[in-house]
């Protein structure tokens, strides 16, 4: 079964109403949702409001079907902003301490818990030495402290956002 190409029929007891007409059938693609999310995201004025009509000629499409499609497209970036401010915030996290790390802390890590640990004391050095943890960050001052104001900013919760994006579909 493929959500392509599966057409499921319910069949109602009961008369069929005076004037019913069957949805029209449409066809949606990823380069028609690839354009909706084009056209929907670059609102620039927060006055400004989405021409559900005009977008439903545009596409095609039902205008409830381009409604829901916007606020899953909008969901769908969401989490990959969140994912991506987690990321920076997680590579923030690395302190000054943890990328100083001496030998003489790995000797006392492997005298005092064995081979096992040694093993994993000289793998934390290398990542904690590698220049993957000493790239800059784009936002960093010049002697390599990086400010959190861009951080404090995004900090803004999930539900907060999902209101917003509601409240600007006017669902």
Known sequence: MNSENTIVY??????VRDGFLDPPK????????????????????????IDWKRL???????????????YTLFAK???LLERQIEAKTRSLAVTEDELNYTDEDEERASLSHGERDFEAAESLKNLRTSKVLKQRVPGEGRNGESSLSEL???SVSISALEEALLDRLQL
């Open 77 to 79: 970036h969401l989490k």
């Open 26 to 49: 449409f066809h949606w693609d990823l380069e028609r949702d690839k354009s909706l999310w084009s056209s929907v995201s670059k609102l620039d004025n927060t006055k400004k409001t």
């Open 56 to 70: 439903s000629r545009e596409f095609k499409a039902p205008e409830h079907f381009i409604r829901k499609r916007s």
């Open 10 to 15: 319910v069949r109602v007891a009961g008369r």
């Open 152 to 154: 404090s900013n995004l």
